[in-house]
């Protein structure tokens, strides 16, 4: 049985940075998608950054795009989410999503996903 669990949430001063960790168990995930979503107090779940099933390549929301870096490292079957110069509006619970089954024109797309993380927070304070 596959699972995900994501850790290394926080409260952090803005212009701050938090790694956080997803660790699929019980398949090796390289051939796999992923993806981290967030979401903000009373607001819907929203993409954040993906990374490619096959190719590798990743892809990021405007709002996070070139402050955050997704990656994986497969021998430790751990996904992450680097993230820099945080602010306020960055904050939320962040969930990691993994799935074998992913095209790539569903990267950002919650229903593509097949296992989740529990959600971890991140509070970003001005």
């Known amino acids: 049985e596959v699972a995900a669990a994501g850790s290394g949430g926080g409260s952090v001063q803005a212009g701050g940075s938090l790694r956080l960790s997803c660790v699929v168990s019980g398949r090796t995930f390289n051939t796999y998608a992923m993806a981290w979503f967030r979401q903000a107090p009373e607001k819907e779940r929203k993409f954040v950054a993906g990374l490619y099933r096959t190719s590798g390549r990743t892809v990021y929301s405007d709002s996070v795009k070139g402050r955050f870096t997704i990656s994986r490292d497969s021998a430790k079957n751990t996904g992450y989410l680097e993230m820099n110069s945080l602010r306020p509006e960055d904050t939320g619970v962040y969930y990691c999503?993994?799935?074998?089954?992913?095209?790539?024109?569903?990267?950002?797309?919650?229903?593509?996903?097949?296992?989740w993380s529990q959600g971890t927070q991140v509070t970003v304070s001005s």
């Open positions: 999503a993994a799935g074998p089954s992913v095209i790539n024109s569903a990267i950002a797309s919650e229903a593509a996903y097949a296992y």
